[in-house]
Nanobody, 131 residues
Framework: EVQLVESGGGLVQAGGSLRLSCAASGSALDDIGIGWFRQAPGKEREGVAGISTSDEATYYADSVKHRFTISADSATNTVYLQMNSLKPEDTAVYYC????????????????????????WGQGTQVFVSS
């Protein structure tokens, strides 16, 4: 059983930065794929970024490309989402999720951030970006 705990959310002004953390237990990062998702009120859950540490592959949704960076620290079993140049439309609850497919980014390419492909979810952390 993989357990995920997110942290790092909060309130930030537009143009600011936040770094979210996802601490994983129950599996080494090389044995799972990790994705960051977000859900704003009244909207569907949206895939933001994915990482397969086993093959060092990453993927970003167009909405966050060149602003967000996903990275992993295998020593601490933690995945990070560095969010820069934040916009009010980035306001959402952010979730990290784990897939039993460690190479999910390579295997599914553009479709790797389908929530149905992820098996374990964290409780989420709120990000609010003020204008």
């Amino acid at each position: 059983e993989v357990q995920l705990v997110e942290s790092g959310g909060g309130l930030v002004q537009a143009g600011g930065s936040l770094r979210l953390s996802c601490a994983a237990s129950g599996s080494a990062l090389d044995d799972i794929g990790i994705g960051w998702f977000r859900q704003a009120p009244g909207k569907e859950r949206e895939g933001v970024a994915g990482i397969s540490t086993s093959d060092e592959a990453t993927y970003y949704a167009d909405s966050v490309k060149h602003r967000f960076t996903i990275s992993a620290d295998s020593a601490t079993n933690t995945v990070y989402l560095q969010m820069n140049s934040l916009k009010p439309e980035d306001t959402a609850v952010y979730y990290c999720a784990a897939s039993r497919i460690p190479t999910i980014v390579v295997v599914y390419r553009l479709n790797n951030l389908d929530p149905d492909r992820y098996d374990y979810w964290g409780q989420g952390t709120q990000v609010f970006v003020s204008s």
